[in-house]
């Protein structure tokens, strides 16, 4: 099972940007999907974006179309996703997963433990 680790959350104003990311303990993450989801308080978890293993194939919730990109640094087993123009909405923690399928279509069967986002005015 490969381990992942997520960072780069934190407190953040309305208006501002986050860069999350993934970092996977082992090298075939790089011919993973990867996918991003979120959890806010009292909700249930929702698919964010998500990214086949070549990059080719991205996918967005409308929640954060337009305003998220992701980025893939194979050298250290590691995605990024940031995310602009942040939201109250955005609150919430965020998790990603591996596909190792490598489609970013799922099954999203490794997870990692989370960051949370707030987002403040």
């Known amino acids: 099972q490969v381990q992942l680790v997520e960072s780069g959350g934190g407190l953040a104003q309305i208006g501002g940007s986050l860069r999350l990311s993934c970092v996977a303990s082992?090298?075939?993450?790089?011919?993973?999907?990867v996918g991003w989801f979120r959890r806010a308080p009292g909700k249930e978890r929702e698919f964010v974006a998500a990214?086949?293993?070549?990059?080719?194939?991205?996918y967005y919730a409308d929640s954060v179309k337009g305003r998220a990109t992701f980025s893939r640094d194979n050298a250290k087993n590691t995605v990024h996703l940031q995310i602009n123009n942040l939201k109250l909405t955005d609150t919430a923690t965020y998790y990603c997963?591996?596909?190792?399928?490598?489609?970013?279509?799922?099954?999203?069967?490794?997870w990692g433990q989370g960051t949370q986002v707030t987002v403040a005015s």
């Open positions: 082992e090298r075939a993450f790089n011919n993973y999907g």
């Open positions: 990214m086949s293993w070549t990059g080719t194939n991205q």
């Open positions: 997963a591996a596909d190792r399928t490598g489609t970013g279509s799922g099954p999203w069967k490794d």
